[in-house]
Each structure stands twice: as structure tokens, then as C-alpha cells.
């Protein structure tokens, strides 16, 4: 009784205060970030301030991220649906890339972030890319957490080209049907290198996976928030990860 009303008044004293633990930290996370414009629509703003502000969350997420030990993090920031949004609300997401690492790029090197991008390529505003490129050639050589933006990025399509590969390599006479299988997909898919994420987040109170890492989500542990992507912070994270480690993964076995 005493020990249920010691833990009752530590919960209260501290609400968000999670435990985890740290044999079993995931090494890959992945987040729709999702919620922007309805969180500033709330507050009566146009939806570019939404995107502002989820920014500031972006870096509060890797800064999070970082310190519990996460390896990757993948953020997804545009999608390849993303394009049907009025031009005006577009350019502005277009232009969020590089005012976010103008602003932060040179604490992130030396924090050891490498940096990344899935997505496609030839689809992005000359500028967006440039400023992309020259954070993921920055950054290379750092072996800390791994910041794998998701921009211009859908799963359908990312699916559609490793399968238009394989075509041609047969084509060519470069690969025999036969020598396909998962790790041959997973080598030519946009996420060649990352291991698959082990929990994906969901802010905005949507649950669906919007075209996001179709193939790479097979046995990843969903979790899913209320809250708008703007007002993401540690200890949602934190959260997350608790809950995380309280599911059971059998990948079809049995536990
Ligand atoms: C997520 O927020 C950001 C992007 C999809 C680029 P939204 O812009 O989708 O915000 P809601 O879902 O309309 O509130
Ligand atoms: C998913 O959010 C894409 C990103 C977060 C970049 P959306 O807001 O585009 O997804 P839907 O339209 O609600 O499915
Ligand atoms: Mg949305």
C-alpha cells in the first residue's frame, strides 16, 4: 500500500517521467510528422506557421533522440503526394530545409550528426537539393545518430523503381531472376544501409502510414499520438520508447 502510494506521488510529482531502459533502446526510429497545419489553425495562423514551429520540433526530436542512443532517425518531411498542396504552402516547405540548417546545421556536426536523404531527387527545387546535399556531404564523415530526411520520398514509388531496376538489370543480362530476394531489394531500395525502423511514430491522431516506408514497416512497432507534430517534445518521445519496450516482438514466432 505504502509502495502503490510512493509511486502514485512520484507520478504526480513528475508526470513525465517514463522508465526505460537501456539494453533495449531502438535503433531505428521513424516519425510521420504530421499535424502542422492543424495545430496552427487552432491558434487561428496561416499553416506555414505551423510548419515553422514544427521545425523547432524536428530539432527537439534529434536532440531527444541523441541522448537516449537512438542510431537513426528518420523524419518524414515531404511527401511525393505532398505536391497536391497549394504552390504557395509548397514553396514554403521547399525553403524549410535549408532555413533549418542554416540555423542548425553547425551545432548538429558538432553533435556528430550524419545526415541523409531518401526521396526523389530530381522532383526537388534545385535549391532545396543543393542545401540538402551539401548538409549530407558536410556531415559524412560523422558516425553519430544518423538523420535520415524523408523528402520528396514515397513508398509506392520507391517500390516501383527497384522493380523498374530489376527490369533493366535483366534486360541487360546483369542479374538472373533467381538472384532476387529480400536483401537484394532492400540494397536497391532508397533506405540501402539503414536497418529497418523498429518503432514508427504517428503524431496528429491519424493512424494510417501515408505511402511511408511500405517495404521497411513490415514488423516495425506502431505508436501513435494526439498531439500536433508542433508540440512534439522529449518527453513524447520518451513515451514512445517506453511503450516500446514493453511490446513483445514475435515476427511471427512464437514468444
Ligand atoms: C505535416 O503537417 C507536414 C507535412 C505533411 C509536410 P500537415 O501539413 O500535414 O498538417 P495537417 O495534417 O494538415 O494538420
Ligand atoms: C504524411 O502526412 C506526410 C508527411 C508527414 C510528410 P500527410 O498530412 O500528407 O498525410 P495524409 O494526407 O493525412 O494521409
Ligand atoms: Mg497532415
Redesign the pocket.
Known amino acids: 500500500m505504502i509502495k502503490r502510494i510512493r509511486s502514485w506521488w512520484k507520478r504526480k510529482d513528475d508526470p513525465n517521467k517514463v522508465k526505460i531502459t537501456s539494453d533495449n533502446i531502438p535503433q531505428h526510429i521513424a516519425i ?3 499535424g502542422n ?1 492543424r495545430w496552427a489553425k487552432r491558434r487561428g495562423l496561416p499553416r506555414v506557421v505551423g510548419h515553422q514551429n514544427g521545425m523547432k520540433a524536428v530539432k527537439r526530436a534529434t536532440i531527444a533522440a541523441d541522448e537516449l542512443g537512438i542510431k537513426y532517425l528518420t523524419l ?4 511525393t ?2 505536391w497536391k498542396r497549394p504552390k504557395d504552402e509548397v514553396d514554403f516547405l521547399m525553403r524549410l530545409p535549408q532555413e533549418f540548417l542554416k540555423i542548425e546545421l553547425d551545432e548538429l556536426i558538432a553533435k556528430n550528426v550524419q545526415i541523409r536523404m531518401m526521396g526523389d531527387k530530381n522532383g526537388l527545387p534545385k535549391h532545396t537539393l543543393e542545401a540538402m546535399e551539401e548538409a549530407v556531404k558536410r556531415t559524412s564523415y560523422n558516425d553519430g545518430l544518423v538523420l535520415n530526411f ?1 523528402l520528396n520520398y514515397g513508398g509506392r514509388n520507391e517500390i516501383t523503381d527497384c522493380m523498374s531496376m530489376i527490369g533493366r538489370e535483366i534486360e541487360a543480362g546483369t542479374l538472373r531472376s533467381e538472384d532476387i530476394n529480400s536483401q537484394w531489394i532492400e540494397d536497391h531500395l532508397l533506405s540501402a544501409g539503414l536497418p529497418d525502423p523498429d518503432l514508427l511514430i504517428r503524431t ?1 491522431g ?1 493512424m ?1 502510414v ?3 516506408m511500405l517495404w521497411q514497416l513490415a514488423y516495425s512497432e506502431l505508436w501513435f499520438t494526439d498531439i500536433y ?1 508542433p508540440e512534439f517534445n522529449k518527453n513524447h518521445l520518451h513515451d514512445a520508447v517506453a511503450e516500446y519496450q514493453r511490446r513483445t516482438r514475435r515476427y511471427g514466432g512464437l514468444s
Open positions: 510521420i510528422m504530421d497545419g518524414y518531411a515531404f511527401s503526394e505532398n524523408a496528429s491519424e494510417r501515408s505511402n511511408f507534430w
